[in-house]
C-alpha cells in the first residue's frame, strides 16, 4: 500500500521519466530552460486537465496549494504565470507527441481486446475527424471560415480497447481525405469512415494494399449493379456487387466493390454503406460501422473531461501541447479503467480523481474501493478520502 505519495504524483508515475528525459534529450527540449523544465511543463498541464484549471493563473494557483507535495511531483515550486506562458510556446510540443507513443504502449499491454461478437481476427479501426473551435481573434493563424477560427483533431481508433493510435492537428480548412491518405495502415486491417472520407483514388489504393475499408455511401454516387444476393438476413435491403459509372469514379476505383443497404429500426431510415470486403456478411459489414460510434464517444470524452475546448495560450506550438497532453492524459485514464476491476465510468473517474488530486492514498486500492468513500455503510476507516488529513 502506497500512502506516501498524492494520487497526482502517483498518476504521473505511470509516465517512465528516464524514457520521457530520453525524448527531451533528443529535442534537447530544457535548453535555456533556467529551472522551468520540458517535465515541469508536463506536470502543468496534467495538472490543468485533470483539475480542470480554466486559465494560466488557476494552475499556478492550484499547485502553489499543493505546499511542500510538489517535490513529490518531481518539481520544486510552483510555475508562475509567465514561466507557463513561455514555456508554452517555446517547448517543443512533438516531446509530447512521442510521450503520447509511450503512455499508448504502456496501454497496450492492458487492452481488454475487441468486443465479442467480432469473431474475425482483423484489426478494426474507426477514422474520423472533430473541429475545435477557436476566436479568430485571438487565433489568427487558425483561419477556418472567413469570421471563424478552428482547428482539427484527426484520430485514428483501434477498438481493442478504443485507444487512439494515430493523432494530428491540422488547421480547420484541411480536408480529412488529405490525412486519410498519409496513413500507414496493417495489410488485414478494417477501418469504419463516414461519407466525407469518400475518395475514389484511396478506396483504390486501399483495395491494391489489401486494407479494407466501409464507408458511408454518398448520395450522388453512380454505379452499375453487377450482382446481386438473394438470399438477404433481417434488416438488409440489398446486398449488391457494384461498378462505378461516373466519369472519374470508374476510372480512378475500377475494381467492383460491395453495396451494402441496411435498415436502421431506431431512425426509422436506410443506411447505405460501401466496401471491399466480401467474405463477411452483410450484417457485419453494418455491426463494423456501427461500432465506429465509439470514435463520436471518443471525442465527446475527451472534450468534456479534459480541457480541449478552450486554451490557455494562443499560439500553435501552445495550442499542440495542450492537445497532446490532454491525449496523454486520456491514455493514463484508460490505463486505471483497464488496471481497475471496478466498472469506472470515465466522468465518474474524472471527477473523483479532480476532487482527490492532491490526497494521499494508495492510487490502485482507491481504484478498487475509492467509489466507496460517500457510502456510510464503510466499514475501513482508512479507506475514507479525508481532504483534511495528510502526512507531514
Request: proline share 3%.
Amino acid at each position: 500500500m502506497n500512502t506516501t505519495m498524492s494520487l497526482f504524483c502517483q498518476v504521473l508515475s505511470l509516465i517512465d521519466k528516464h524514457q520521457f528525459q530520453h525524448i527531451v534529450n533528443q529535442y534537447d527540449s530544457d535548453k535555456g530552460s533556467k529551472g522551468f523544465s520540458t517535465w515541469n511543463l508536463f506536470v502543468s498541464m496534467l495538472f490543468c486537465h485533470l483539475a480542470q484549471a480554466k486559465s494560466l493563473r488557476e494552475i499556478s494557483y492550484g499547485l502553489k496549494s499543493a505546499g511542500g507535495r510538489l517535490s513529490h511531483l518531481g518539481i520544486s515550486r510552483a510555475p508562475s504565470k509567465s514561466n507557463l506562458s513561455y514555456a508554452n510556446a517555446r517547448r517543443p510540443w512533438q516531446v509530447y507527441q512521442h510521450v503520447f507513443h509511450a503512455a499508448l504502449d504502456k496501454c497496450r499491454e492492458k487492452s481488454p481486446g475487441k468486443k465479442k461478437h467480432f469473431r474475425f481476427k482483423n484489426k478494426l479501426y474507426s477514422l474520423d475527424a472533430t473541429v475545435i473551435d477557436l476566436c479568430l481573434s485571438l487565433f489568427p493563424w487558425a483561419k477556418f471560415r472567413q469570421t471563424k477560427g478552428a482547428v482539427k483533431l484527426h484520430l485514428l481508433l483501434d477498438h481493442e480497447g478504443y485507444l487512439p493510435v494515430f493523432a494530428h492537428v491540422t488547421e480547420g480548412c484541411v480536408h480529412e481525405v488529405n490525412i486519410a491518405k498519409g496513413l500507414d495502415l496493417p495489410k488485414g486491417s478494417i477501418i469504419a469512415m463516414d461519407r466525407a472520407y469518400t475518395d475514389y483514388r484511396l478506396f483504390q489504393k486501399w483495395t491494391d494494399e489489401e486494407v479494407f475499408f466501409v464507408c458511408r455511401l454518398k448520395d450522388n454516387a453512380q454505379f452499375r449493379v453487377i450482382r446481386r444476393e438473394k438470399d438477404l438476413e433481417k434488416n438488409i435491403k440489398a446486398d449488391w456487387t457494384t461498378k462505378w459509372t461516373g466519369f472519374y469514379s470508374r476510372q480512378h476505383a475500377p475494381r467492383p466493390l460491395r453495396i451494402v443497404k441496411v435498415w436502421n429500426p431506431e431512425k426509422r431510415e436506410v443506411l447505405e454503406f460501401v466496401t471491399n470486403i466480401f467474405h463477411l456478411s452483410a450484417s457485419t459489414i453494418a455491426a463494423i460501422y456501427k461500432d465506429r460510434w465509439e470514435i463520436e464517444l471518443f471525442f465527446k470524452c475527451l472534450k468534456q473531461n479534459l480541457k480541449i475546448k478552450t486554451f490557455v495560450g494562443t499560439t500553435p506550438n501552445a495550442l499542440q501541447v495542450q492537445i497532446w497532453t490532454a491525449l496523454i492524459g486520456i491514455l493514463l485514464l484508460k490505463y486505471m479503467q483497464f488496471c481497475s476491476k471496478a466498472s469506472w465510468s470515465m466522468s465518474n473517474l474524472v471527477a473523483l480523481l479532480r476532487m482527490n488530486l492532491m490526497v494521499y492514498a494508495d492510487l490502485w486500492e482507491w481504484l478498487e474501493k475509492g467509489w466507496l468513500i460517500d457510502d456510510p455503510r464503510q466499514e475501513d476507516p482508512q479507506l475514507v478520502l479525508n481532504l483534511g488529513q495528510h502526512p507531514v
